[in-house]
């Protein structure tokens, strides 16, 4: 059941992005800085994490997951540090992802080549 809930959230938001894609004059860039806010906001008021232990991986895979990462690291070093502390520990989570991305990403171009 997790799977097809995993599925369907996932879902969900990339038809929602899709739709938005298509019938407005946003590009890509603007939708996933939207979905990424708009992850940031949920987590702020407490939703993204009820998200994450209903439907899983299926909300940890997305662009929002990226947004709820960067709150919940500024926050945390908030709460250690106070203000200062926002700066200090705000990549700290996401900094993994980052890393992860760039990496795949240069072991992928060596693979695959663009076509022209």
Known sequence: M???KAFL???LVC??????L???KLTPGHITSSVTVIGALLSF???YDKIV???GAGATVLISNFGHMLYSSALAGYEEAGALGIFQNMLSNAGVAIVSVVVFSF???LIFKAKD
């Not at 038809?15 to 938005?20: E, S």
């Open 107 to 109: 072991v992928f171009t």
């Open 22 to 24: 298509d019938n407005t």
């Open 9 to 11: 959230f996932a879902g």
């Open 15 to 20: 038809l929602i992005c899709q739709v938005v």
């Open 45 to 47: 008021f407490g939703i």
């Open 53 to 55: 232990a209903w439907c």
């Open 2 to 4: 997790l799977y097809l």
